[in-house]
């Protein structure tokens, strides 16, 4: 019997769920996740504890299922926009900062100052937002210079996860709308808001279309997970589209 593992990375809650591929639920599980406010609207987390977490959900929903279920495939779906900066070995170099962090504050001309509100509108789809990685790694860039010298790698938080299970750091189209540096209607990152925020297009995950696989479990998260090596991890999309697709909202 083939099995789909999904998880949604909630806000405030990680859940999984074990189905069949006609849609029977054989098990499920959550996990309850949070967040460190080192100061004034700041909202922060470690994404390594969350992997953790995500890993001892996944192992869960797993052990819970009958014996003659094959799991054929994972995948990760839900809430995106924390930004996470990363060393060369794709290593957090400082917490993951919440979409519900606003310490860059409303003063966008002093964070991005070759920019304008009219080009993030068309560019991304959605209004400039001081809660999203467009405006986070401008605050970072400059009120920490010291640490944002020392970035190789910047991602959303799910990225890291399929990095962590995969080898790869990739992430889907629909999460990365929420980057704020994707081109939404020509479908790659946006080169002048990279080089407003000195970031070169390698320091990006690769994009993906939804449904696509990102790669293989390697042998050291299959074992963590409790689930064969190989095995497809295929990409999600942000969780507002998940929701509606999974309502029946075509």
């Known amino acids: 019997m083939n099995v789909l593992l999904g998880v949604d990375l909630g806000t405030s809650t990680f859940k999984a769920v074990a189905i069949t591929v006609d849609g029977r639920i054989l098990a499920s599980g959550r996990r309850e996740v949070n967040y ?3 100061g004034p609207d ?3 987390f470690s994404a390594a504890a969350r992997f953790q977490q995500l890993c001892d959900l996944i192992r869960a929903v797993v052990s819970a299922l009958p014996p003659d279920a094959k799991p054929v495939a994972l995948g990760l779906s839900g809430a995106n926009g924390n930004t996470l900066l990363l060393d060369g070995r794709h290593r957090p170099l400082a917490p993951a900062i919440s979409w519900l962090d606003t310490r860059p504050g409303d003063d966008f001309p002093a964070l991005l100052p070759s920019l304008t509100r009219e080009e993030v509108r068309a560019t991304v789809g959605w209004s400039w937002s001081q809660r999203f990685p467009l405006s986070q790694l401008a605050w970072i860039r400059r009120h920490r210079p010291d640490l944002y010298r020392k970035v190789r790698y910047v991602a959303l938080d799910t990225a890291y ?3 962590e299970l995969t080898g790869r750091l990739a992430i889907d189209h629909s ?3 929420t980057f704020f540096l994707q081109d939404q209607r020509r479908r790659r990152w946006h ?3 990279l ?3 000195d970031l070169k297009l390698s320091a990006l995950p ?3 279309a939804p449904g696509t696989p990102i790669g293989g479990l ?3 998260a299959a074992r963590t997970v409790g689930l064969p090596a190989g095995l497809p991890v295929v990409a999600g999309s942000f969780d507002h589209p998940s929701a509606a697709l999974g309502s029946g909202v075509l």
């Open 206 to 208: 690769d994009l993906v």
């Open 36 to 38: 460190d406010r080192p």
């Open 195 to 197: 080089a407003a925020l």
């Open 175 to 177: 999460s990365a709308t």
């Open 42 to 44: 700041q909202v922060e």
């Open 191 to 193: 080169q002048p808001f």
């Open 161 to 163: 996860y399929h990095r």
């Open 218 to 220: 390697t042998r050291k």
